[in-house]
């Protein structure tokens, strides 16, 4: 009995030890349950007991110059969940492009964001973009024609508004520029939108 008893606590030691992530580069703070560790340029996530809840990747999006007064993309320093939803990236001829995955990390927000802020009170602003064929040229090459808005947009990715259009943006690599969100989610309420240099306050109607 002594023996079985010893065994029992020998793989209940091991259970608690084994697994457990080192040799790391970042821990960041707990945010819905999870916390995002850094092995150079990959990142994973970790539940509250040590386990890997998502395992190392390279697509998500974080900025060592993330700063609280930003109000899009660039307030993110490290990976993190808001809203069960987490901003991933990948690049598209030279331009990143923005989506989200969920808390199983799979993709439930497409690639669609040229700029986007984190999720909060389940909603976030961000401007997204059409690629529409036109057609050929004379030398046969394909011709597109692209749309931008800036949207809000609920964590199953429906759009809720379309809050302003955007014009002159630049989609090819040497110009492109990620362009400013002109929008800010102020509570569960309200909404400030800037049109023309003026703020307007909205009531959020759902």
Same mark, same amino acid.
């Not at 001829?93 to 923005?98: E, H, K």
């Given at each position: 009995?002594? @023996? +079985?008893?010893?065994?029992?606590?020998?793989?209940?030691?091991?259970?608690?030890?084994?697994?457990?992530?080192?040799?790391? *580069?970042?821990?960041?703070?707990?945010?819905?349950?999870?916390? $995002? +560790?850094?092995? !150079?340029?990959? #990142?994973?996530?970790?539940?509250?007991?040590?386990?890997?809840?998502?395992?190392?990747?390279?697509?998500?999006? #974080?900025?060592?110059?993330? @700063?609280?007064?930003?109000?899009?993309? &660039?307030?993110?320093?490290?990976?993190?969940?808001?809203?069960?939803?987490?901003?991933?990236?990948?690049?598209?001829?030279?331009?990143?492009?923005?989506?989200?995955?969920?808390?199983?990390?799979?993709?439930?927000?497409?690639?669609?964001?040229?700029?986007? $802020?984190?999720?909060?009170?389940?909603?976030?602003?961000?401007?997204?973009?059409?690629?529409?064929?036109?057609?050929?040229?004379?030398?046969?090459?394909?011709?597109?024609?692209?749309?931008?808005? !800036?949207?809000?947009?609920?964590?199953?990715?429906?759009?809720?508004?379309?809050?302003? &259009? &955007?014009?002159?943006?630049?989609?090819?690599?040497?110009?492109?520029?990620?362009?400013?969100?002109?929008?800010?989610?102020?509570?569960?309420?309200?909404?400030?939108?800037?049109?023309?240099?003026?703020?307007? +306050?909205? @009531?959020? *109607?759902?």
């Amino acid at each position: 009995m002594k @023996k +079985i008893t010893t065994l029992i606590a020998a793989f209940i030691y091991m259970g608690l030890s084994a697994q457990l992530p080192d040799n790391l *580069d970042y821990v960041s703070p707990f945010h819905e349950g999870f916390a $995002a +560790i850094q092995k !150079e340029n990959k #990142w994973a996530f970790m539940d509250d007991t040590g386990n890997i809840a998502i395992d190392y990747r390279d697509d998500f999006y #974080w900025n060592t110059d993330a @700063k609280a007064s930003y109000n899009d993309i &660039r307030v993110i320093a490290y990976p993190q969940f808001s809203s069960g939803r987490c901003v991933v990236q990948k690049i598209v001829d030279g331009i990143p492009m923005f989506g989200f995955i969920d808390t199983s990390g799979q993709l439930v927000i497409e690639y669609q964001f040229l700029n986007v $802020a984190p999720f909060q009170n389940g909603l976030t602003t961000g401007i997204i973009f059409e690629k529409v064929f036109r057609g050929k040229n004379e030398f046969n090459l394909d011709i597109y024609e692209f749309k931008f808005h !800036e949207v809000l947009m609920d964590a199953d990715g429906n759009i809720i508004e379309f809050l302003n &259009r &955007r014009d002159n943006i630049q989609m090819t690599k040497r110009r492109y520029r990620t362009p400013e969100i002109r929008s800010k989610i102020l509570n569960g309420n309200l909404i400030a939108v800037e049109k023309d240099n003026l703020w307007e +306050i909205k @009531k959020l *109607d759902f």
